[in-house]
T-cell receptor, first 112, second 117 residues
Framework: DAGITQSPRHKVTETGTPVTLRCHQTENHRYMYWYRQDPGHGLRLIHYSYGVKDTDKGEVSDGYSVSRSKTEDFLLTLESATSSQTSVYFC???????????FGPGTRLTVL | AQSVTQPDIHITVSEGASLELRCNYSYGATPYLFWYVQSPGQGLQLLLKYFSGDTLVQGIKGFEAEFKRSQSSFNLRKPSVHWSDAAEYFCAVAPNAGGTSYGKLTFGQGTILTVHP
C-alpha cells in the first residue's frame, strides 16, 4: 500500500463549510496527487505536488486548494463546500524507481 | 490534451470465459499506459503497465495487455475469468516525460465487469 493513509475516511458536511482532507505518506516520496472519483468519469486529477511547497493544478481544480509544508503530508481544502464536490477523494504517490502510482484508501465526502 | 476512452461501460461474462476490455487513448506521443482494478468500496490496484519495449505486457492475477501504436489502443485480456475478477477496471495514461508533469494520470471512465457463475 506504499504507506499512504487518508483522513478522515468518511465525512458529511454542509454546503458552505470549509473542509480539509489529509494525505499522509511514510516513504518520503516526492510526487503526490489528489484525484476525485465520480460515476461515469473515472478519476480526475485535482491538484498535484512535485515537492515541498511546489504544487500545481490538475484537470478539475476549481473550488479546491492544496498545501504541502512537509514531504509526508499533502492537504486538500475545499474553502466552501458545494454539493457538486460530493465525491470519493483519492490521494496517490508515484514511486520513482518503478514509476508506479499507488493510491490511498480514499475519503468519501458528502456535502448536504 | 491527452484523453482515454473505454468504450464499454459494463461487460458481463461467464466464469471461465475469455475477457477483453478495450482502451483507446489520444496523445501526441507514446504515453505511459496503465490498467488499474477497483473492487467495490476499495482503492485502486495496479494490474500492469507499459513504458517501452515488448508491446505485450504481463500483469498480476493472470492479466495481460497489448499496446498497439497504430490503433492507439491498450486492451486488457484474460484467457479465463474467475468470479473474483468482478470489479471495475480503469485504463490510464501518463505523459512520457519527467519534470513537473511526471505521473499525472488521465483515466478512462471505467468498465464494470460482472462475472456469471
Amino acid at each position: 500500500d506504499a504507506g499512504i493513509t487518508q483522513s478522515p475516511r468518511h465525512k458529511v458536511t454542509e454546503t458552505g463549510t470549509p473542509v480539509t482532507l489529509r494525505c499522509h505518506q511514510t516513504e518520503n516520496h516526492r510526487y503526490m496527487y489528489w484525484y476525485r472519483q465520480d460515476p461515469g468519469h473515472g478519476l480526475r486529477l485535482i491538484h498535484y505536488s512535485y515537492g515541498v511547497k511546489d504544487t500545481d493544478k490538475g484537470e478539475v481544480s476549481d473550488g479546491y486548494s492544496v498545501s504541502r509544508s512537509k514531504t509526508e503530508d499533502f492537504l486538500l481544502t475545499l474553502e466552501s463546500a458545494t454539493s457538486s464536490q460530493t465525491s470519493v477523494y483519492f490521494c496517490a504517490i508515484t514511486a520513482g524507481v518503478s514509476d508506479t502510482q499507488y493510491f490511498g484508501p480514499g475519503t468519501r465526502l458528502t456535502v448536504l | 490534451a491527452q484523453s482515454v476512452t473505454q468504450p464499454d461501460i459494463h461487460i458481463t461474462v461467464s466464469e471461465g470465459a475469455s475477457l477483453e476490455l478495450r482502451c483507446n487513448y489520444s496523445y501526441g506521443a507514446t504515453p505511459y499506459l496503465f490498467w488499474y482494478v477497483q473492487s467495490p468500496g476499495q482503492g485502486l490496484q495496479l494490474l500492469l503497465k507499459y513504458f517501452s519495449g515488448d508491446t505485450l505486457v504481463q500483469g498480476i492475477k493472470g492479466f495481460e495487455a497489448e499496446f498497439k501504436r497504430s490503433q492507439s489502443s491498450f486492451n486488457l485480456r484474460k484467457p479465463s475469468v474467475h468470479w473474483s475478477d468482478a470489479a471495475e477496471y480503469f485504463c490510464a495514461v501518463a505523459p512520457n516525460a519527467g519534470g513537473t508533469s511526471y505521473g499525472k494520470l488521465t483515466f478512462g471512465q471505467g468498465t464494470i465487469l460482472t462475472v456469471h457463475p
